[in-house]
């Protein structure tokens, strides 16, 4: 690397979140009668919007993850116990946005979101607003052609505001869209004699794409039967549709934090015609009673950190029966592998295209009982 150019690293800026370019850009008395703010990680948008809005006016956070929310809601009470709110407040989760007339909407969207899911996003933020009503949205990207084009679909006047980190969009609601655009997929796969349907939804992992990491998980697990299964991070639910079938007397209990791909599992259950999979929306580690699975699945097929590693498994150590199974699948193996040997017996990689299957027992004596 030249000299000019470890200069040039040096001195960039690191981008703000979208959230924060809102908070920038928006009015530090903010006047709006009833906001949204959607939130789909623990930026602080919705608690310094509470502390900007007016006496008497309404701010509502709402998001698809109810992990998100709950943590959200949390740090609202927190903020309520150490000054009064002269306004009110709410925390939503749900598969859809809230059918409510909003004032405002403020939608800040990741750099990683498909173009897809930025317009089911912008939809929806779209329908919630009243006529008058004002959505104001932060998209870090620099080419914004296509996105440009279709908000002026939608407003007849478009605010853009051009920075070196995004750009802000603004418009106004003049008009209501006669139907909303649904971007509900649903696709189709084979499980030896059976055909099974599953639905997927911008925001649903491997939305309109093969996921992968179900099927490789679903090749290679090994499942006895009459047994019990906890399904974590069900997604569109095909690995829960898959063990489902296998045996009529399998139970699977499946189970999200994200209240699209809860809905996407519910409808591909009525669609199987399934009645031994029940499903949950829940919080991480929530809805978990200790030693009741024989098996546990799951697909993790991002590493996102040791510390969300270690909690998910310590939750399969507490959730399985003594000897019970835990099988997933994952792209990153190698911090698992290692930490799979520490907690649990029987430790097996399997190896799949670009996807690995990881598999080991919970040892019938405790692990602390063993090393005395």
């Known amino acids: 690397m030249s000299r000019n150019s470890k200069k040039k690293q040096r001195t960039k800026k690191v981008a703000p979140a979208p959230e924060q370019m809102l908070l920038d850009y928006l009015d530090p008395e903010w006047k709006a009668n009833h906001t949204l703010c959607f939130q789909s990680n623990l930026q602080p948008l919705t608690t310094q919007m509470i502390k900007r809005a007016q006496p008497g006016s309404r701010i509502d956070c709402f998001s698809f993850d109810k992990t998100i929310i709950d943590r959200i809601q949390q740090k609202c009470r927190l903020l309520q116990e150490e000054q009064p709110l002269s306004i009110e407040w709410n925390a939503l989760c749900d598969s859809d946005f809230p059918e409510s007339d909003y004032d405002a909407a403020l939608l800040p ?60 969009y603004q418009g106004k609601k003049q008009k209501a869209l006669s139907n909303k655009k649904d971007f509900l997929d649903e696709v189709t796969i084979r499980d030896g004699d059976h055909l099974l349907h599953a639905f997927t939804q911008p925001g649903v992992f491997s939305h309109r794409r093969p996921n992968q990491s179900a099927r490789a998980l679903t090749n290679l697990m090994e499942l006895s039967d009459n047994a019990t299964i906890l399904n974590v991070d069900c997604g569109s639910g095909i690995v829960a549709f898959v063990a489902a079938t296998r045996n009529d007397a399998t139970t699977v209990h499946a189970i999200d934090s994200n209240a699209r791909a809860v809905k996407c599992t519910e409808q591909g259950v009525a669609k199987n015609q399934l009645t031994n999979v029940r499903v949950e929306l829940c919080k991480e580690g929530e809805a978990i009673f200790p030693e009741t699975y024989d098996y546990i699945l799951a697909c993790k097929s991002y590493f996102t950190s040791e510390d969300q590693g270690e909690a998910f498994l310590q939750m399969s150590l507490r959730a399985l029966k003594p000897g019970g199974l835990l099988q997933f699948s994952t792209k990153q193996y190698q911090w698992y592998a290692n930490r799979l040997l520490d907690l649990f017996t029987d430790v097996a990689i399997d190896g799949a295209t670009h996807h690995f299957m990881l598999s080991a027992k919970k040892p019938a004596t405790p692990a602390s009982d063993l090393q005395d």
């Open 109 to 168: 969207l990741s750099e990683q979101y498909s173009d897809e899911y930025v317009r089911d996003l912008t939809f929806s933020a779209f329908h919630c607003l009243q006529i008058g009503g004002t959505l104001t949205i932060a998209l870090p990207r620099a080419k914004d052609y296509e996105y440009h084009k279709f908000l002026k679909s939608l407003f007849n006047k478009v605010t853009r505001v051009v920075s070196d980190f995004g750009i802000i």
